[in-house]
């Protein structure tokens, strides 16, 4: 039996990160923690931590609402209250305060026994327990969900009488507890506007409902079968509630804003500074108030934000409902204007213009932008005469019946109120 004892204290301190799949069976676990009773506990400072964590346990059941014939207290998975309790409440101190007590009258445990204390308290000491300061309270309790907070602390009176004295084991048989309301649910820890919350209940008859904290009126779930489905369509903190014909669980879960679907096309799209674009929002947001760092003509209408980018770096948007509640909130990286690449139209062979040209057409662009850059101006020399370096404005270079080589020296392009300058060597021949 004090094997067992030992695994399951092994297993309550491994499940900080578990996800709340593993949370729900803490309940099984936090009662066979406490079966273990206590002959005696002779060290003056390991008997006060003994009972002031007791203490603080019945301080802490009083707080989550326990009732003691069905084992249960309100939103288990939460973490509101152990936050308060432990860390604004100032009750974490008092334990950590009395632990340090028990380390420095080590000596008066024994060598055993002080061994022990080291080896179970390892963990602990690595993470602040011993120091000055908030880090083992933070380490401990923070944002640890009420039903794992209670595992905890009846982890840490177990590890108190292991030290402290004698065990002896209760027999007695396991009691008869209502069965579960919740089998399996999805997106309960975690939700963006957009996700639905799945619940799969044990029987078809539990009524599962939802709704924002401060609200009184309950929005019941779309059920088929044991599955009930809920979309929500605000961001904030929700309450849920499971309600069988002798029982009643209650959760609840938040709300964050939505995001850029980025499994999709945009995943891949790059933005540049003075160039229209479009981000397609991919949720159920359809409409509603904009603000962008880099447009404030911005617009948000069919899931689509539509906007032109007046700066480079971080460019961030959110999209605000009714009550100025925020729907989506994320962010895009816009790019500089891009050095433009040239090409010459017609070309053959990538060097030959065919016999009987009239002019050198050319055009400057970029893979990445939809618009095409201004050419300005161009430098060249038609190689055959004595014509030497010739400017050409704009885009086009004539010919007035030349024939042979061509060497264009430097472009000048325009995007905007960017402009560029691109020292180019091109060689072109005009057939004869």
Not at 37 to 53: A, G, R
Not at 160 to 166: A, C, E, Q, W
């Amino acid at each position: 039996m004090l094997i067992s004892v030992l695994y399951l204290l092994f297993i309550s301190t491994s499940v900080i990160n578990i996800p709340i799949e593993w949370l729900r069976i803490n309940k099984y676990v936090a009662p066979l923690l406490s079966e273990a009773n206590i002959v005696s506990i002779d060290h003056k400072e390991l008997f006060t931590v003994y009972q002031l964590v007791e203490q603080i346990k019945e301080e802490f059941y009083t707080k989550l609402g326990y009732d003691e014939t069905t084992g249960k207290y309100r939103e288990p998975y939460g973490y509101s209250i152990t936050d308060n309790f432990f860390i604004t409440n100032e009750r974490g101190i008092l334990l950590q305060d009395a632990l340090k007590q028990v380390h420095i009258h080590l000596d008066e445990l024994g060598e055993e026994k002080a061994e022990l204390f080291n080896s179970l308290f390892e963990a602990d000491i690595e993470n602040g327990l011993l120091q000055e300061g908030p880090n083992w309270i933070s380490w401990k309790f923070k944002h640890v969900p009420a039903v794992m907070a209670e595992t905890l602390l009846n982890e840490l009176i177990l590890r108190v009488r292991l030290i402290g004295g004698d065990l002896e084991f209760n027999n007695s048989q396991p009691s008869t507890e209502v069965p579960g309301l919740v089998k399996f649910a999805t997106n309960l820890d975690s939700m963006v506007l957009g996700d639905t919350l799945t619940i799969v209940t044990a029987s078809q008859d539990i009524v599962v409902e939802a709704r924002m904290r401060q609200e009184e009126n309950w929005q019941r779930f779309i059920q088929d079968s044991l599955k009930h489905y809920f979309v929500p369509l605000l961001t904030g903190t929700y309450e849920l509630r499971l309600v069988s014909e002798n029982s009643e669980e209650q959760f609840s879960f938040t709300v964050l804003p939505g995001r850029i679907n980025r499994r999709r096309v945009e995943a891949f799209l790059s933005y540049f500074e003075g160039q229209p674009a479009i981000v397609s929002i991919g949720t159920i947001i359809s409409d509603g108030s904009v603000s962008c760092s880099c447009d404030e003509e911005a617009i948000f209408r069919n899931q689509q934000l539509k906007f032109t980018p007046n700066n480079t770096g971080w460019c961030s948007f959110e999209v605000r409902g009714g009550n100025n509640i925020i729907l989506l909130k994320d962010s895009v990286y816009v790019h500089s204007t891009p050095q433009p690449l040239v090409k010459i139209k017609g070309l053959l062979d990538d060097e030959r213009l065919p016999k009987g040209t009239q002019m050198v057409a050319l055009e400057a662009f970029h893979p990445a932008r939809k618009s095409t850059y201004d050419i300005q101006q161009i430098i060249y020399e038609k190689l055959m005469g004595s014509g030497g370096e010739q400017k050409a404005i704009g885009a086009n270079i004539e010919l007035n019946g030349y024939e042979g080589p061509i060497w264009i020296k430097n472009i000048k392009t325009a995007f905007g109120d960017h402009t560029f300058e691109t020292e180019v060597n091109f060689l072109i021949i005009i057939e004869a």
